[in-house]
């Protein structure tokens, strides 16, 4: 057991909610599972969102990520542990249920609707109407208007709200999609990857806006497995693996290199490393990797292969 | 505040954005194609044969366009809502044949008939698009099924309760004045008798038009056919929405089915089988994507319009009628090339 490694319940009990002093999360998870058929997705998550803090779930591909956000949003339900909302257990029916609770989910690959323009997807399922009965409509120029302030007031400089969505960059559209939470009073906002499928200066945008949006009170949940981009923005992080928790961390706990190094799986490198010299792999990578092997090894305190 | 803030507030004419003229921005509609089609082929119409633009003439061309048109408006929202309906030809006939064995059968006022046509016409919709929602099927084989059914179900049950291949004559039963005065008469404007089918038509393009731009149910039909994983996840209601979508169109064939039993009195059992793709082919030339997510009402209204003037046209130019379908295919390789030229050009400017 790593010494910085520190218990799950004494963490939690630890946490104050900030406004009541009373020990309630905005969104707390207690040992949350899920299975699929006979394919155990997720088992024993616990993990807790707070105003105005980020929250990051960390992990590689299929550690159980998707899996944990879609329970969250509403669009599967999980057959074991808790969800409470500020104390409240509640489980979701459908995305419609936890959009009404104030969760808001900005997905990676399906945040928007590329055909259709920038103003009616940001209201999207929430259009604004006006008149009566079967004569309602939508107020168009309205929502353009409401758009275009959101937007600039997320420090997002739009064209023409006219335009389709899908003529944007991918770090322009999470951006919409971010600005579309905030406005519909989301509580709690989880980010799906937003930075994996961007470059470096468009990923440092969207990190921006994440504190933004924190900074508006909203407790935000974010995914990555990019422990660079999730370190300076998180405030807490839960590291998922293999649809297990391999760790949950205040920020005063953990430094940017052992969050990397749990990351990393420092045994994994190792091994990897081992393999390659084996199979006569090029020098240079075996010597880099070894050298991962041996930051990881002086970070973590322990020795491998 | 200092005074050394430079930026200018959130901008509301950008200098990135070109003024787009009025023209630039009508090219960048989904029905322009259509437009320019069906301007070119009533100018050639006009010029082949002078019959073509005497007013007579031309209500005849509007009564053949309505005839499509109304379906058309159905199956466009329902392609824009991202899914495709093949039943729509004989569901048509369902509807007529319902509401006329109904009420010759039971002896009752052929109101209730077409009340219990309407009630057919919207279950089969829904029918349609629940078990489209429940199983996740493609909408081609789903309503291929519906089609061959109700096809043979119009046969089977026409010949069972009639003992014919079609419905007996309800001219003489109560109700049937009425029922045809809202459904198969003509209006006379200025000297020319237009059919009551194109008012019902030009109505339905104008609701459906406006549910389309301007209400909330129309921009969940847009998300439901542009992307439907991203219009649920921020709760659009997409099962309602498509099977909304199909009852729609149920409540089109209803109209032409009654319009189709109030101007004969009597349906042949076997008929509309193949009407489907001309309803489709209206919508597609009128510049809705067969993907879904992008298109118009009016667009649809302008390709059964084309439709109604290459049909009519062909007769009144003297030509035989059996190019009609060549035509017709023609027609629809033209239009939907145009469209998509038409489409990656006002996209790029």
Same mark, same amino acid.
């Given at each position: 057991m790593n010494a910085n490694e520190i218990d799950q319940q004494t963490l939690l009990q630890n946490e104050k909610d900030p406004l009541t002093h009373t020990p309630v999360h905005l969104l707390s998870l207690e040992r949350v599972g899920k299975h699929y058929g006979n394919i155990i997705a997720l088992s024993d998550v616990t993990m807790a969102v707070d105003n105005g803090r980020v929250t990051c779930v960390l992990g590689d591909n299929g550690a159980g990520k998707s899996t944990l956000i879609k329970i969250i949003a509403g669009l599967h339900q999980h057959d074991a542990g808790v969800l409470n909302i500020m104390g409240e257990e509640r489980k979701f029916g459908s995305p419609r249920d936890a959009l009404d609770a104030g969760i808001a989910t900005v997905y990676q690959d399906l945040a928007v609707v590329p055909l259709m323009p920038i103003w009616r997807n940001f209201f999207l399922g929430s259009e604004l109407t006006s008149g009566f009965g079967p004569f309602k409509s939508?107020?168009?120029? #309205?929502? #353009?208007?409401?758009?275009? #302030?959101?937007?600039?007031?997320?420090?997002?400089?739009?064209?023409?709200?006219?335009?389709?969505?899908?003529?944007?960059?991918?770090?322009?559209?999470?951006?919409?999609?971010?600005?579309?939470?905030?406005?519909f009073g989301a509580k709690v906002l989880i980010l799906d990857e937003p930075t994996a499928a961007l470059g470096v200066k468009q990923s440092g945008v969207v990190l921006r806006y994440i504190l933004q949006a924190r900074d508006r009170g909203l407790g935000v949940i974010f995914i990555t497995h990019n422990p660079h981009h999730a370190f300076p923005v998180g405030d807490r992080f839960l590291l998922l693996k293999r649809g297990k928790s391999i760790g949950y961390y205040d920020k005063k706990d953990i430094t940017l290199d052992e969050l990397t190094a749990q990351m990393a799986g420092g045994a994994e490198l190792a091994e990897l490393a081992h393999e390659l010299e084996q199979l006569g792999g090029h020098g240079d990578i075996v010597k880099e990797v070894k050298g991962e092997v041996a930051d990881v090894a002086q970070t973590t305190g322990k020795t491998y292969g | 505040m200092t005074i050394t803030q430079t930026k200018t507030p959130a901008p509301t004419a950008d200098e990135r954005v070109a003024k787009r003229s009025p023209f630039q921005k009508l090219l960048g509609r989904p029905e322009i194609g259509a437009l320019v089609g069906a301007i070119v082929l009533f100018v050639f119409f006009a010029l082949v044969s002078p019959t073509f633009t005497q007013p007579n003439a031309f209500a005849t061309v509007l009564y053949g366009s309505s005839t499509i048109g109304i379906m058309a408006v159905g199956v466009s929202l329902l392609m824009i809502g991202g899914e495709f309906d093949l039943s729509t030809g004989v569901a048509v006939i369902?509807?007529?044949?319902?509401?006329?064995?109904?009420?010759?059968?039971?002896? *009752?006022?052929?109101?209730?008939?077409?009340?219990?046509?309407?009630?057919?016409?919207?279950?089969?919709?829904?029918?349609?698009?629940?078990?489209?929602? @429940? *199983? @996740?099927?493609?909408?081609?084989?789903?309503?291929?099924? *519906?089609?061959?059914?109700? *096809?043979?179900?119009?046969?089977?049950?026409?010949?069972?309760?009639?003992?014919?291949?079609?419905?007996?004559?309800?001219?003489?039963?109560?109700?049937?004045?009425?029922?045809?005065?809202?459904f198969a008469s003509s209006v006379n404007i200025a000297g020319v008798d237009v059919k009551i089918t194109v008012f019902i038509w030009i109505a339905l393009v104008a609701v459906a038009t406006w549910v389309l731009m301007r209400t909330r149910v129309g921009n969940w039909i847009f998300a439901v056919g542009g992307d439907a994983n991203a219009a649920r996840a921020v709760g659009v209601p997409v099962k309602a929405t498509k099977i909304g979508l199909f009852m729609g169109v149920g409540f089109c064939a209803w109209i032409l089915g009654m319009h189709n039993l109030f101007a004969f009195d009597t349906v042949q059992s076997g008929e509309g089988v193949g009407n489907e793709f001309l309803y489709i082919i209206a919508a597609v030339i009128g510049g809705c994507l067969l993907t879904g997510g992008y298109g118009s009402a009016i667009g649809g209204a302008i390709g059964a319009f084309i439709f109604g003037m290459a049909n009519k046209g062909i007769v009144y130019a003297q030509w035989n009628p059996d190019w009609f379908k060549f035509f017709l295919g023609l027609m629809l390789l033209l239009a939907t090339i145009v469209n998509l030229i038409v489409k990656r050009r006002a996209e790029l400017k």
């Open positions: 939508m107020d168009v120029e #309205k929502m #353009k208007e409401i758009t275009l #302030k959101e937007l600039a007031a997320m420090g997002i400089d739009l064209r023409d709200v006219e335009q389709p969505i899908g003529q944007l960059s991918g770090g322009e559209r999470q951006c919409v999609a971010i600005a579309r939470a905030v406005y | 369902s509807s007529a044949l319902t509401a006329s064995m109904f009420s010759w059968y039971f002896s *009752t006022n052929v109101w209730v008939g077409v009340g219990l046509a309407l009630v057919v016409s919207l279950g089969i919709g829904y029918i349609n698009g629940w078990i489209l929602m @429940k *199983t @996740k099927l493609p909408s081609f084989i789903v309503t291929l099924a *519906t089609f061959l059914m109700l *096809t043979g179900l119009n046969l089977g049950l026409t010949r069972l309760i009639g003992g014919g291949v079609s419905s007996p004559s309800i001219s003489n039963m109560e109700g049937f004045d009425s029922a045809r005065a809202v």
